[in-house]
């Protein structure tokens, strides 16, 4: 048993951590993640220059390094930070790619180097959260496949370069089985984006796609294969998300402390009153706790049942943990904690959003009992 | 970073299941499974076994019969040692009096006490709190009053753990009333059939008989009994509740606890099909088991800086806090997954060769009475709301 970092990995989070904190003061990054575009080119150009997102791919995938402990803390760091940079697209796209064999290298590639921004589209209106329900159709026609249909809130969808989409071959719109995995060109004709920002900042897109025509080898994953490559895909979501829940906690009470500290009413600190001591007390219990979950689930062992239930364990506990965080932090500091001026506005609402990425609480739950019962 | 035990855990895992499978009474194991409680005989048996083995007072110092373990490996043994359902280490005088006789105490005393502790003559309880003296331990009112080679001690003690097995125990003593009241206290070991020493029964809630109150009226005790200087004994007071507490969490007890409510809900039925099939009772499994694995998780990042040199300080209580709010999670559970059969009361029973009358299943015989027992555990060893003031104290700096 060692919870160590190791040589590696502590420079990793060097890296991360210095370059954060020189050139991303949380104003600039209110500038960035709610601008036009969501994210900064330069940022993320400069960013991928350091070996970032190839931090999140093994060596065999074009990167350097890609465990799950690495991955947690390259999340975490951007956590902490709140930058809203397309790495949850890089990460996940790259996972697709790789997984379609030789014949993606070259965008794998472009994806782990950072010259191309990926995105995935799973989520439909009425799928809410669950992977096999996909309506979005796929034709197979003599040159390859015709896809219809439409994709919810495809985090900076807008920006993309890759678009990795579920869509499906047979069957009916909830089975597991019947579905395809495609990788697609985001200026493939057909496919039309209407572009968002989202309420934490960054950006998302709807995405209609008509008639889009694909070739034999967009396609990734099919039958089985497909539905499995779906959950992998979610799975590296849930843990990426679950790090960058954690590294905003943390952030919040650094700084929900201090303000305890600093804010006088009554003559003291407020953080001499013991009803906000015993709360403060009882969200870093729970914060410790969601770091062992994000541990837990860094470790990827490869009985797939554990590596599954470890996932959804951690987006449980980061999606219960993380509301009540961002909610005690912004009643704990009061009237200026729901100011856009305060910092902790915005860690509160990246926080409660990354709930709706990839499963609520509700949705883990009831996954972590059905796969309790296998 | 490896969450797995190494090679050389898991050899040493495998010796400690080797040993529990050889000597502990599988009477005994069936007895405490079924939420029986150990006689003192059968106490003293294991604690015997285990002495024999020399694992049973394995966290000393090792030139004072320790086994020279790390935390992982004391970590390990707890674990084992639940899941088989063997008799917990009765703490007062392995676990709380030894470590504060070898830091504090004469060479006289440690080469008197701690063999009596290693081979079982003594049996210790511990007094410290008092009826106003609760959470707020520095109010102790028990006092001892220096006449030529004696004190003489008057005063109560309350909620004194087995002290009716009990031949000594290590009290708190007012030897001063001026000044800071943690400057007054001193730290006495005292001889339970010593004339003038009274102990009732405290019944508690399920029922059982665990605690007492303990009364001292003009008790002599040698002055050679004071550990340390006195009035110091504040300092030893405070240092017997920090040591020894990475297994404060109860890891191992829990584990125990959800197999059992596991397995107790797959067999109970409800409308035909499991308990465990119900989505409602499914998740609050589902809930305290994420909980429990999350804590798994902390205990040994706890003891893993430890093991790097660091004191377990107010990480302790965050580990009390949470680890007492699982286990409790999990007899409520228990309580709830036996339906109406959690109502019988039968005391008595321990489960071997019951001959009551048919009541409903065997597990259910006990799960109300532990649940209720264990509401102790967020009271007792400094409440929980003590444990928060600590943590808001020494870790947040508020």
Same mark, same amino acid.
């Given at each position: 048993?060692?919870?160590?970092?190791?040589?590696?990995? %502590?420079?990793?989070?060097?890296?991360?951590?210095?370059?954060?904190?020189?050139?991303?003061?949380?104003?600039? %990054?209110?500038?960035?993640?709610?601008?036009?575009?969501?994210?900064?080119?330069?940022?993320?150009?400069?960013?991928?220059?350091?070996?970032?997102?190839?931090?999140?791919? #093994?060596?065999?995938?074009?990167?350097?390094?890609?465990?799950?402990?690495?991955?947690? /803390?390259?999340?975490?760091? /951007?956590?902490?930070?709140?930058?809203?940079?397309?790495?949850?697209?890089?990460?996940? #796209?790259?996972?697709?790619?790789?997984?379609?064999?030789?014949?993606?290298?070259?965008? $794998?590639?472009?994806?782990?180097?950072?010259?191309?921004?990926?995105?995935?589209?799973?989520?439909?209106?009425?799928?809410?959260?669950? $992977?096999?329900?996909?309506?979005?159709?796929?034709?197979?026609?003599? +040159?390859?496949?015709l896809i219809n249909g439409n994709k919810a809130v495809v985090t900076h969808v807008e920006a993309a370069d890759i678009i990795i989409i579920s869509a499906r071959l047979s069957g009916n719109v909830?089975?597991?089985?019947?579905?395809?995995?495609?990788?697609?060109?985001?200026?493939?004709?057909?496919?039309?984006?209407?572009?968002?920002?989202?309420?934490?900042?960054? %950006?998302?897109?709807?995405?209609? $796609?008509?008639?889009?025509?694909?070739?034999?080898?967009?396609?990734?994953?099919?039958?089985?294969?497909?539905?499995?490559?779906?959950?992998?895909?979610?799975?590296?979501?849930?843990?990426?998300? +679950?790090?960058e829940a954690l590294g905003i906690m943390e952030v919040l009470k650094f700084s929900t402390i201090e303000f305890l500290n600093l804010r006088q009413q009554f003559g003291v600190p407020i953080g001499k009153f013991q009803a906000l001591q015993h709360r403060m007390v009882e969200l870093v219990l729970d914060i410790e706790q969601a770091r062992s979950a994000v541990i837990n689930a860094s470790t990827l062992p490869c009985d797939k049942i554990d590596r599954a239930k470890r996932l959804?364990?951690?987006? /449980?506990?980061? +999606?219960?943990?993380?509301?009540?965080?961002?909610?005690?932090?912004?009643?704990m500091h009061g009237g200026i904690g729901m100011t856009w001026e305060m910092p902790v506005s915005h860690f509160a609402k990246r926080l409660v959003m990354i709930e709706h990425l990839f499963g609520d609480e509700d949705y883990h739950l009831a996954r972590y009992i059905e796969l309790s019962k296998v | 970073m490896d969450l797995n035990f190494s090679d050389e855990e898991e050899a040493f895992r495998a010796e400690v299941q080797s040993f529990i499978k050889q000597k502990l009474p599988a009477e005994l194991a069936a007895k405490l499974k079924l939420g029986g409680a150990p006689s003192k005989a059968e106490l003293e048996q294991w604690h015997?076994?285990?002495?024999?083995?020399?694992?049973?007072?394995?966290?000393?110092?090792?030139?004072?019969?320790?086994?020279?373990?790390?935390?992982?490996?004391?970590?390990?043994?707890?674990?084992?040692?639940?899941?088989?359902?063997?008799?917990?280490?009765?703490?007062?005088?392995?676990?709380?009096?030894?470590?504060?006789?070898?830091?504090?105490?004469?060479?006289?005393?440690?080469?008197h006490w701690l063999p009596r502790i290693v081979d079982g003559s003594d049996w210790w309880c511990q007094g410290y709190s008092e009826p106003g003296a609760g959470s707020d331990l520095a109010a102790v009112k028990t006092s001892a009053i220096r006449q030529g080679d004696h004190y003489i001690v008057n005063g109560q003690k309350t909620w004194t753990t087995l002290a009716h097995f009990a031949n000594m125990i290590f009290c708190l003593v007012r030897t001063a009333t001026e000044g800071k009241r943690q400057q007054g206290i001193s730290f006495l070991l005292m001889d339970m059939k010593a004339p003038g020493v009274e102990i009732k029964p405290i019944i508690t809630i399920e029922g059982g008989h665990e605690v007492n109150e303990v009364f001292f009226t003009d008790v002599k005790v040698p002055v050679e009994n004071l550990v340390g200087e006195e009035n110091n004994g504040w300092t030893y007071a405070k240092y017997l509740l920090?040591?020894?507490?990475?297994?404060?969490?109860?890891?191992?007890?829990?584990?125990?606890?959800?197999?059992?409510?596991?397995?107790?809900?797959?067999?109970?039925?409800?409308?035909?099909?499991?308990?465990?099939?119900?989505?409602?009772?499914?998740?609050?499994?589902?809930?305290?088991?994420?909980?429990?694995?999350?804590?798994?998780?902390?205990?040994?990042?706890?003891?893993?800086?430890?093991?790097?040199?660091?004191?377990?300080?107010?990480?302790?209580?965050?580990?009390?806090?949470?680890?007492?709010?699982?286990?409790q999670q999990l007899t409520s559970l228990m309580r709830r997954a036996m339906g109406a059969h959690a109502i019988p009361y039968f005391p008595e029973a321990d489960g071997i060769g019951f001959n009551g009358p048919n009541v409903g299943p065997q597990n259910a015989l006990h799960a109300a009475e532990e649940y209720f027992n264990f509401r102790k555990l967020s009271i007792f060893g400094g409440s929980n709301e003590i444990q928060k003031n600590i943590v808001a104290k020494m870790m947040l700096g508020l």
């Open positions: 048993m060692d919870f160590k970092l190791t040589e590696d990995r %502590r420079m990793l989070e060097d890296t991360i951590s210095r370059f954060l904190a020189d050139k991303y003061s949380i104003s600039k %990054r209110n500038d960035i993640a709610y601008s036009e575009t969501g994210h900064s080119a330069q940022i993320w150009a400069e960013m991928a220059e350091l070996g970032i997102v190839a931090a999140l791919f #093994t060596e065999i995938e074009g990167g350097f390094v890609g465990q799950g402990f690495d991955i947690a /803390l390259v999340f975490e760091a /951007l956590g902490r930070a709140l930058c809203p940079e397309p790495f949850l697209g890089a990460l996940l #796209t790259g996972k697709a790619l790789a997984a379609g064999g030789a014949e993606h290298a070259d965008w $794998l590639n472009s994806i782990v180097s950072g010259e191309k921004i990926g995105a995935v589209a799973f989520e439909e209106d009425q799928s809410h959260y669950q $992977l096999q329900h996909v309506a979005t159709s796929a034709t197979k026609t003599a +040159s390859g496949y909830d089975d597991q089985s019947g579905l395809g995995i495609f990788a697609v060109a985001a200026d493939i004709a057909g496919l039309e984006i209407q572009d968002y920002a989202n309420v934490e900042g960054g %950006r998302s897109g709807q995405l209609t $796609l008509t008639n889009v025509a694909l070739p034999p080898e967009a396609l990734l994953a099919e039958g089985d294969a497909a539905f499995e490559l779906l959950e992998t895909i979610a799975g590296y979501a849930h843990l990426a998300l +679950s790090a959804s364990a951690a987006k /449980l506990t980061v +999606s219960a943990t993380g509301t009540k965080v961002a909610e005690e932090a912004i009643q | 015997s076994l285990l002495n024999e083995r020399g694992w049973l007072v394995h966290h000393w110092p090792q030139e004072y019969g320790g086994a020279g373990w790390s935390p992982v490996q004391a970590f390990i043994f707890d674990l084992e040692c639940r899941l088989a359902y063997a008799p917990a280490i009765v703490p007062f005088g392995v676990s709380m009096l030894a470590p504060v006789l070898i830091k504090y105490g004469s060479d006289a005393q440690k080469k920090t040591y020894e507490r990475t297994n404060i969490a109860g890891v191992g007890s829990s584990i125990a606890a959800l197999l059992a409510l596991k397995q107790a809900a797959k067999q109970r039925k409800i409308n035909g099909r499991p308990l465990s099939d119900d989505p409602y009772f499914a998740a609050r499994i589902a809930r305290v088991e994420i909980d429990l694995e999350n804590m798994k998780t902390t205990n040994l990042r706890v003891l893993a800086d430890v093991a790097a040199g660091a004191a377990p300080g107010a990480e302790s209580s965050l580990l009390k806090i949470k680890g007492t709010e699982i286990r």
